[in-house]
């Protein structure tokens, strides 16, 4: 089992970044794929980026050239470095790792892109 914390989240204008940190409580050097999701009021969570064991990753067009996400196993951290932020970017944003035939998620941390 795993638990995930998310942090870094909040309030910035349009143009500006923030960096998301995914907090793991155990190693994930195992943890298959790890990935950021976001939820926007009214509307379905939706994905945002996700990372392999190996380091390949895969975005969200909406996101591409804008956000990068990376993993850190050292301190068992993922990131996720959004630049470039648009008020649509406004949700919810979560955590998520799938280890063998389980999936986790984070609480989640909320980011607000005002125009």
């Known amino acids: 089992q795993v638990q995930l914390v998310e942090s870094g989240g909040g309030l910035v204008q349009a143009g500006e970044s923030l960096r998301l940190s995914c907090a793991a409580s155990?190693?994930?050097?195992?943890?298959?794929?790890m990935g950021w999701y976001r939820q926007a009021p009214g509307k379905q969570r939706e994905l945002v980026a996700t990372i392999t064991r190996g380091g390949s990753t895969n975005s969200a067009d909406s996101v591409k050239g804008r956000f990068t996400i990376s993993r850190d196993n050292a301190k068992n951290t993922l990131y996720l470095q959004m630049n470039s932020l648009k008020p649509e970017d406004t949700a919810v944003y979560y955590c998520?790792?799938?280890?063998?035939?389980?999936?986790?998620w984070g609480q989640g941390t909320q980011v607000t892109v005002s125009s």
């Open positions: 155990r190693s994930i050097f195992s943890i298959n794929t």
């Open positions: 998520n790792a799938v280890w063998g035939n389980f999936e986790y």
